[in-house]
């Protein structure tokens, strides 16, 4: 099946500061991806949809200006965690639909934990 | 919301069938039900998929009601390793449509 990287797999900063989680299709063309927050003992909560070379797509209450998406390529799609808070230490996750002739699942990389200190 | 309703945990015994149900009552024509997992701290996972008739891979069964309101998954000889939080999902079978995750059965493997 299509691999799906992250990295970093762990991260810790300080607060205020910002972070940067890459998002990597390894072996197929990602036109689209997805990017999930997950809280402690809570399901995945989707943030937003990137599709490369366009804006992405936000849920509603999910602050586009804080939360940086860039898909600039079919390959990469990184999240930028702006003057991050404590409140926003989550567990991170990427997914894409695959390339072509696996359309009907989503792959997920293994997700990155984001700590604020 | 998630249109799924799924016991919030299960237990079961290494070596015998671990059966999952999900009610879907609501489900429209077109869309399918999907089933994922989440083993701790790791990425979900594709399970398995169906329309309407029952569906089987290398991995589970998957039993749907001719209604389609419910359905459930069958892992034949659950091991330890199948202890995840396992997420029922209905949506079109695109798979670039997004996926909405419900609270899930969080199924626990027992020696």
């Known amino acids: 099946g299509a691999v799906v990287s992250q990295h970093p797999s762990w991260v810790i900063c300080k607060s205020g500061t910002s972070v940067k989680i890459e998002c990597r299709s390894l072996?197929?063309?990602?036109?689209?991806m997805f990017w999930y927050r997950q809280f402690p003992k809570q399901s995945l909560m989707l943030m937003a949809t990137?599709?490369?070379?366009?804006?992405?797509?936000?849920e509603q209450g999910v602050e586009k200006d804080k939360f940086l998406i860039n898909h600039a390529s079919l390959t990469l799609s990184t999240l930028t965690v702006t003057s991050a808070h404590p409140e926003d230490s989550s567990f991170y996750i990427c997914?894409?639909?695959?390339?072509?002739?696996?359309?009907?699942?989503?792959?997920f990389g293994p997700g990155t934990r984001l700590t604020v200190t | 919301d998630a249109k799924t309703t799924q016991p919030t945990s299960m237990d079961c015994a290494e070596g015998r069938a671990a059966n999952l149900p999900c009610n879907h009552s609501?489900?429209?024509?077109?869309?399918?039900v999907y089933w994922y997992r989440q083993i701790h701290s790791q990425g979900p996972q594709y399970i398995i998929h169906?329309?309407?008739n029952n569906e089987t891979n290398e991995m589970a069964s998957l039993i749907i009601t001719e209604d389609r309101k419910s359905s459930t998954l069958i892992l034949p000889h659950a091991t330890l390793r199948d202890t995840a939080v396992y997420y029922c999902?209905?949506?079109?079978?695109?798979?670039?449509?997004?996926?909405?995750f419900g609270k899930g059965t969080k199924l626990t493997v027992n020696p």
């Open positions: 997914s894409s639909p695959g390339g072509s002739g696996m359309s009907y699942e989503q792959y």
């Open positions: 072996d197929f063309q990602a036109t689209t």
């Open positions: 990137s599709n490369e070379g366009s804006k992405a797509t936000y």
């Open positions: 609501t489900i429209s024509g077109n869309e399918y």
């Open positions: 169906g329309l309407k």
């Open positions: 999902i209905v949506r079109p079978q695109g798979g670039s449509e997004k996926l909405v």
